[in-house]
Each structure stands twice: as C-alpha cells, then as structure tokens.
C-alpha cells in the first residue's frame, strides 16, 4: 500500500472500523473482510470495560451494534466478549463477540496491518482509557520503537485531549493525532499542546485553505469518513494525507 513522505509515513487509505459496509464494525469477521479487500490498514475505536480491560467497541451503550442493554462500563470486558456483536449486520454474522484490544491488535500486527486506535472513551473515563490504551500499543511495538520503525507503530486518535495527554504521559513514543470534527481557530495550539504529529477532521468541514495550514504547520492530515470516489480524489488534490472510508468495495486500498 502507498504510503506519503514527510509528516504522513502511513498507509493513505484505511478500511472504517475494519470491513466498513460490508460486515460488522469492529469485530474480527470486519477485519477479516478488510484484509480480504487487500487493505493493510485500518481505523477502529477502543473503550474500556468495568474491569478496565480494553475493548473494541463505538458506543458507549450496548444496543445499536451489541446485543443487550446498559454501558460498557456495566460489564466486565469477559462478560461483553459473550455478547453478539454481528447479529444486527446479518444472520451469516450471529454470534460474532466484542473483541479485546489486545487480541485485535495482535491480529492485526500478525498479518501487518497497520492502525489508527482511536481512544473513545465512555464518560468520565478519559484518563484511564488514553493511558491503558497507550501502554498496550507501547507493549505490543516495543521493538519496533526500540529499532526506530515508527512507521509500523500505531497512531493514536481522540476527540478527547485529556484521554491524548494521558496517553502522551504513560507512551510518549507512541505518537498521537488530534480529532476534531471541525477545526477550530485555535487547532493548532491544541494539536501542540498534546504533542500531535498529525490533525484528523470530518472532510465535510475541510476547505483548501485550512489543508494548506494543516500542511504548512508540519501536521499530517487525515480525514474521515470518505465514501464517495469523487470526494477521494478531490481531496487528495488539496493535499490531505491520507483518509477513511466505509466503501471499501468502491475505494481499495491503492486508490491513493
């Protein structure tokens, strides 16, 4: 997959919470569709359980994408992995469980797919899940930040600047994006004072300009969630580094 120089060492294109469209969010049966695609690269949200084990999972509520009722912080992570998280996409998908960070990240880094964790964390939960979060990405590459292949060393994202702070403070060397649906006047100050190698927008707020300033302050830029070819390339003409898309069945993963 091609990747861009400079501020962005990453795969340009990644499949939305693994198979986008085309199987359950965020499970391993998504992924698995992902890589079948031939995508190498992928954005997905992690949250913690009540027992503080990280899972990968949107909703802070069970329902929409998880069969059951209740937070994720009512349930032990051991508990929510008995919950049917395909069922709602298709019955071929019945009984597909929530999986733990820690076995979807080794997933991925065993068949080299590189990741953008975003850290979603439930109310109230922003320190705990920033930090747990960075030092199971620190644990799981520490070689690979040891010899210097930062390039292979997941990025991580969040809405939320004390969930990134905390993760700054317990893995500096993994490094961090900030996500803002829109960008603010003052992003760039947030963005630095978090320690951001890059900026991640909703590309239906971006215009030309504020891609060039993204680009003009060293920031990697990268957008979501762009499911329109047309968009895609339009986009990548203003410079933006690199994006997200649920269609991955109308954009592969060399689009870029």
């Known amino acids: 997959m091609a990747t861009c120089p400079g501020s962005w060492p990453y795969p340009r294109v990644l499949a939305h919470r693994g198979g986008g469209v085309l199987a359950p969010e965020n499970t391993l049966a998504g992924l698995r569709e992902g890589l079948r695609r031939g995508f190498r690269a992928i954005e997905y949200d992690i949250m913690l359980a009540r027992d503080g084990v990280p899972v990968v999972m949107h909703d802070p509520y069970l329902g929409r994408t998880v069969a059951g009722s209740g937070h994720v912080y009512d349930y032990d992570a051991a508990e929510l992995a008995l919950f049917d998280a395909g069922g709602w996409f298709a019955r071929a998908y019945e009984g ?32 705990e899940t920033g930090g747990t979060v960075a030092h199971v990405a620190a644990a799981l590459f520490a070689d690979e930040i040891a ?10 994202s969040s809405f939320s600047m004390l969930a990134l702070e905390a993760a700054r403070e317990v893995a500096p060397q993994v490094p961090r994006a900030c996500l803002m649906s829109e960008l603010p006047p003052d992003w760039e100050r947030r963005a ?32 979501y969630t762009v499911n329109e070819p047309r968009r895609a390339r339009e986009l990548l003409a203003w410079g933006v580094d690199a994006f997200c898309t649920d269609r991955i069945d109308l954009i592969g993963p060399d689009f870029a």
């Open 147 to 156: 010899a210097g292949h930062m390039a292979a060393v997941p990025l991580l």
């Open 96 to 127: 597909e469980p929530v999986p733990l960070l820690v076995e979807y990240a080794q997933f991925c880094k065993a068949h080299g797919v590189w990741m953008n964790m975003e850290i979603k964390p439930a109310p109230d939960y922003d320190l």
């Open 192 to 223: 630095r004072e978090v320690g951001a190698v890059a900026i991640h927008t909703s590309h239906r707020h971006l215009t030309p300009r504020l891609a060039r300033e993204v680009r003009a302050a060293g920031f990697g830029l990268f957008c």
